[in-house]
């Protein structure tokens, strides 16, 4: 069983649309996906209650119970969580404990990477980051791949100690389709290709890791 932890220090990152992709991909795979919801707004949670009369429904699990372990189907084979907007290292330590890598959705703007270094900072001191038993990964989002602030931010973000494992572009898509349940993985005309290309990245590296 993969599980994969999408966190952020900041609010407004993309964060739970990234879990919720993640969770779409693996349940469109066929593997019988949870979505852990750790954040009190509860928007991945409802993104699955709209989802659930698909046959690529997805599970979704409150993050904020303490037992959520538990609640884990035996057949589960892929998990995603979402955790809590502003998380530091150390409100994260039980999905910490159960994650095979941690995805951090970083924007190319000044307060969202002060706020993803000390994020980082504080995830570089947790022990199985330190020892290389869980991989971080970092995904530079709501690109606009055309402007210099874009570039120049992906070109910071490369040089810091964790891997960019996908550069996201900016798009409206995302907005719409969180709000009727569904991903870009759900379609498969030439106008969602390019965004879902940008996801392969990503995709293959959570399969690596763990």
Same mark, same amino acid.
């Given at each position: ?80 969580? #979402?955790?809590?907007? =502003?998380?530091? @290292?150390?409100? &994260?330590? +039980?999905?910490?404990? $159960?994650?095979?890598?941690? *995805? ?28 290389? #038993?869980?991989?971080? =990964?970092?995904? @530079?989002?709501? &690109?606009? +791949?055309?402007?210099? $602030?874009?570039?120049?931010? *992906? ?56």
């Amino acid at each position: 069983m993969k599980t994969v932890l999408v966190a952020s220090s900041k609010g407004g990152v993309g964060k739970t649309t990234i879990a919720t992709h993640l969770a779409a991909q693996a349940a469109l795979d066929g593997l019988n996906t949870v979505l852990v919801d750790a954040d009190p707004q509860g928007s991945s949670t409802r993104w699955a209650q709209r989802r659930a009369g698909l046959e690529s429904a997805v599970l979704p699990l409150d993050g904020t119970a303490p037992r959520w372990r538990s609640q884990l189907p035996g057949d589960t084979g892929y998990v995603v969580i #979402d955790a809590a907007a =502003g998380a530091m @290292a150390r409100d &994260l330590e +039980p999905f910490l404990a $159960a994650a095979n890598a941690v *995805v951090v959705p970083v924007l190319p703007s000044t307060f969202d990477i002060e706020a993803s270094v000390a994020f980082l900072d504080t995830l570089a001191r947790h022990p199985r980051v330190r020892r290389g #038993d869980l991989q971080v =990964g970092l995904v @530079a989002n709501k &690109l606009k +791949p055309w402007t210099n $602030a874009s570039q120049q931010a *992906v070109e910071l973000f490369t040089q810091w100690p964790y891997p960019v494992v996908a550069q996201l572009r900016d798009s409206q898509a995302y907005v719409f389709l969180c709000g009727i349940g569904k991903s870009l993985f759900d379609y498969h005309s030439a106008q969602v290709r390019e965004h879902q290309a940008d996801w392969q990245p990503l995709l293959r590296w959570l399969k690596k890791a763990g």
